[in-house]
C-alpha cells in the first residue's frame, strides 16, 4: 500500500494490465467462458473452480481514508486442485519494502459442487503475509523488526435460486471471517459479516453487498489495548460484471462507509470508499456441468421467448386476413343510394384492403428472415465441452 501520487506505479501497473488483456485477446475465443467460482467483489461463491482449470486476475483498489488516499495494484490466480478444492493466490507488486502484502486461500466446498445445487458451502483457510514491520507489538524489538504471517477459517454460504426455479437467476451470499481488513492484522483483532445479491444474466451479472467490520485493539508496547471489540463500521457495495469477447471478466464496484463506531483515544480509521476494478482471464478453462446446466436454462428460456414472438406473429397475420376478408365479403351495402356514394365506398375499401395486405406481407417476410438457419455465432457451450450435464 502506499500514496496515490507515485503517479510512476500507476502508469507501470496500466500498462501491464493493458498487456495482459492484449495477450489473452489475442489466445481467446468468442465463445461464452463463465465459471463456476465468479463471485462478487467482496464475497467470493461456495464454489470451487473445478480440477484443472486457472484463473490469472489483476486488480486495483483506490481507496480513501482520513488518511489520504490510498492505491493498490494486485495480482494473483486461482487454481482448482480438485474438483471440491481451490487455491487462490494474490500480492501487490508495487510497494515501500519492495513487495507488498500476500495472501493464500485455500477452499473446500461441499459435495455436489459439480451440479447447479440451491445450497452451497466452504471452510476457507485464509493466510496473510504481511510487509509491514511490527515494531509495537509485544514481542517485537524496534532494532528488530517481524513480519509476521497471519492464518484465520471464514465461512461462506450460498444459494442459487435458479436451480429451484429457472425465472429466478438470483444467488445470494453470506461470509463469516476473522480478517476484515489483511493489513491491519498488526494492530487490530478482526470480525467480519458480508452479504451479497447477485443478478446473474447470460453473460453478465450485477449485484449489491453490504456488510460489517468489528476490530479490537490489540496489547502492544504503546498501551494495555482493547478489551472487546469495541469499534465497527458499517458499508455497501453496488457493483456487476461484464464480459468482454466471451472470455474476459470485468469486475467493478464502489463500496462506500454509511457510519462508524470509533474510540476517542487512538481511533480506527476505516476506508470511507473504496473503487475496484478486477480483470480475470482463464488460462486453462475446461468447462463445468455446474455452468453448462446454467448456459443450458438460459437458452431455453430464450428459444421460449423466440417462439412465443413467432407464434404471436402468425396469430396476428391470421386476424389480419380475417379482417381483410370481412372487408371483401361484407355485406351489400344496402343504404348506398346513388353510384357515387358506391364508388366512394368500393375506394375506402380496396384503400383498406391494400394497407392490410401490406402489413400481411411485411409480417410473412419477418417470418421467413427469423426462420432461415443462421450462423452459429453462439455455440451452446455444453455441446463443446462433450460432457452431459448432470
Known amino acids: 500500500m502506499h500514496k496515490l501520487n507515485a503517479i510512476t506505479f500507476e502508469k507501470i501497473f496500466t500498462s501491464l494490465m493493458a498487456g495482459v488483456l492484449l495477450i489473452f485477446f489475442i489466445a481467446s475465443g468468442q465463445t461464452v467462458k463463465r465459471g463456476r467460482d465468479e463471485g462478487t467483489s467482496s464475497i467470493p461463491p461456495s464454489n470451487v473452480m473445478g480440477n484443472g482449470n486457472i484463473d490469472l486476475f489483476i486488480a486495483s483498489d483506490e481507496r480513501y481514508s482520513l488518511s489520504g488516499f490510498m492505491f493498490d495494484p494486485i495480482l494473483g490466480a486461482r487454481i482448482g486442485i480438485s474438483d471440491m478444492l481451490q487455491l487462490t493466490g494474490q500480492f501487490i507488486p508495487v510497494s515501500k519494502s519492495f513487495i507488498g502484502p500476500v495472501e493464500a486461500h485455500l477452499q473446500i466446498t461441499t459435495p455436489g459442487n459439480d451440479k ?28 528488530k523488526p517481524q513480519y ?75 498501551g494495555p489495548g482493547d478489551a472487546s471489540y469495541k469499534q465497527s463500521y458499517f458499508w455497501i457495495e453496488p457493483g456487476g460484471r ?125 417470418l421467413d428472415l427469423e426462420s432461415q438457419p443462421k450462423s452459429p455465432a453462439l455455440v451452446d457451450t455444453s455441446s463443446s465441452s462433450g460432457r452431459k450435464p448432470q
Open 148 to 222: 509476521n504471517p497471519y492464518l484465520f477459517p471464514s465461512i461462506i454460504a450460498d444459494l442459487d435460486w435458479l436451480a429451484l426455479w429457472k425465472l429466478l437467476p438470483f444467488k445470494m451470499y453470506l461470509s463469516l471471517g476473522m480478517v476484515d481488513n489483511g493489513e491491519l492484522l498488526m494492530k487490530y483483532d478482526q470480525l467480519t459479516l458480508r452479504t451479497g445479491l447477485e443478478w446473474k444474466m447470460f453473460q453478465h451479472s450485477a449485484f449489491a453487498c453490504a456488510g460489517a467490520g468489528f476490530y479490537k485493539e490489540k496489547s502492544s508496547r504503546l
Open 242 to 366: 461484464y464480459r468482454l469477447f466471451g472470455r474476459f471478466s470485468i469486475l467493478g464496484s464502489v463500496k462506500l462507509t454509511l457510519f462508524q463506531n470509533a474510540k476517542v483515544k487512538n481511533p480506527f480509521q476505516p476506508e470511507l470508499f473504496k473503487i475496484s476494478i478486477k480483470v480475470e482471464a482463464p488460462l486453462l478453462f475446461r468447462e463445468t456441468n455446474t455452468e453448462a446446466i446454467r448456459t443450458l436454462i438460459f437458452m431455453e428460456q430464450k428459444k421460449e421467448k423466440k417462439s412465443d414472438s413467432y407464434e404471436k406473429k402468425v396469430m396476428t397475420g391470421k386476424n389480419l386476413l380475417n379482417d381483410m376478408s370481412t372487408s371483401l365479403m361484407g355485406p351489400q351495402d344496402s343504404l348506398v343510394t346513388s353510384n357515387s356514394d358506391f364508388k366512394e365506398t368500393m375506394k375506402k375499401r380496396r384503400e383498406e384492403t391494400q394497407k392490410k395486405m401490406d402489413e400481411v406481407e411485411g409480417l410473412f417476410r419477418q
Open 116 to 143: 447447479l445445487r440451491f445450497f452451497g458451502a466452504a471452510l476457507s483457510a485464509d493466510l496473510f503475509l504481511s510487509s509491514s514491520q511490527d515494531t509495537i507489538s509485544s514481542t517485537a524489538q524496534s532494532d
